[in-house]
């Protein structure tokens, strides 16, 4: 099977902007959760989807949204860039929910703020 | 909270010579506890998890209940071993239970 995959790759933005980052799950799997990663705070749960439902949120604010298709695929965006949204963000895709299942992560997209 | 802390952002260790990296977690109810491996350039990878109860690449992990602690140990390493390990849990009770929770990660360096 194909692994998570995740679009773009890398991202530069200027503050104030907005960006939307893709994940494509392990073909069968319904739940796609992202997280952030930074020097300073290591991997930082964002939030979790599951059959096209949010059913787990982190304490990110509210500019942090996300959203996932019928087909699993998820996006996240986040609005009113600021320049400590610059992070790898990572998706990570399991067979069912996030308990039980092993998550496999995607390569990330390094999103970077100017 | 749920918490998992890994002391030492850095090892170094002789190639041969015993590994063990520590982990604790923040004690709320039977969570899981996992170690997560990224070698250069490559994505994040589950290593092992407590349940399993598995040695992978020469690598186990013993769950302490009563030290809250899971830490990592090979009894020779190898130079293939350098990466960046993270500790991680999940469940148990609690706020945040739900979701992955990763220690910040140690950094292994293999010495030849």
């Known amino acids: 099977k194909a692994g998570v995959t995740q679009t773009p790759r890398y991202l530069i933005k200027t503050r104030g902007q907005q960006v939307t980052l893709s994940c494509s799950p392990i073909?069968?799997?319904?739940?796609v959760s992202w997280y952030q990663q930074t020097p300073g705070q290591g991997l930082q749960f964002l939030f979790e989807y599951f059959s096209e439902t949010q059913r787990n949120k982190g304490n990110f604010p509210g500019r942090f949204s996300g959203r996932q298709f019928s087909n699993s695929r998820s996006e996240m965006n986040v609005s009113t860039l600021e320049l400590g949204d610059s992070a790898l963000y990572l998706c990570a895709s399991s067979s069912q929910g996030a308990t039980g299942n092993e998550q496999f992560f995607g390569p990330g997209t390094r999103l970077t703020v100017l | 909270a749920q918490r998992v802390t890994q002391p030492e952002k850095l090892l170094s260790v002789f190639k041969g010579a015993p590994v063990e990296l520590k982990c604790n977690y923040s004690y709320s109810g039977s969570p899981e506890l996992f170690w997560y491996v990224q070698y250069s350039r490559q994505r994040l990878q589950l290593l092992l998890r407590h349940i399993s109860r598995e040695s992978i690449k020469g690598f186990t992990a013993d769950l302490n209940k009563g030290e809250t602690s899971f830490h990592l140990k090979k009894p020779f390493a190898q130079e293939e071993d350098s990466a960046m390990y993270y500790c991680a849990r999940r469940g148990g009770s609690g706020a945040g239970s739900y979701q992955l929770t990763f220690g910040k990660g140690t950094k292994l360096s293999v010495i030849p």
């Open positions: 073909s069968g799997h319904r739940s």
